[in-house]
């Protein structure tokens, strides 16, 4: 049976009423936003985001921390190819691109966080 969002409930949790809507997707999101500056704060992010998706299946939370756990791992994989290439100097523009599409990605998830939508419904 397929999960359904429902919009009486939490971000977080499915077990808890709407009180602080996205508590947890706010402090996912600002770790991100500081990981654009130095990106060692990420991985915490994502251990955040990965423990609190459990709790969130069939809620817009789901859809929060996925998009999260998946920002979280192009990054890292692209991040790490695009520096390989820094040697050919190709690198250096791609990693521009990729702190622009991180950016976007950090903005629009916070976004619809704030605003309480999911992202790929």
Known sequence: MAASYRPDYDIVSPRRARGGLGTVGHV??????????????MLIGVVIAYLARGDARGTVGWDHFTWAIRTFWAFLLLGLLFGALTWVLVGWPLLGLLWLWTAYRIFRGWMAVANGTPLYR
Request: charged share 0%; aromatic share 22%.
């Open 28 to 41: 996912v999101y600002a770790i991100y936003a500081v990981s654009l500056f130095t990106a060692l704060p």
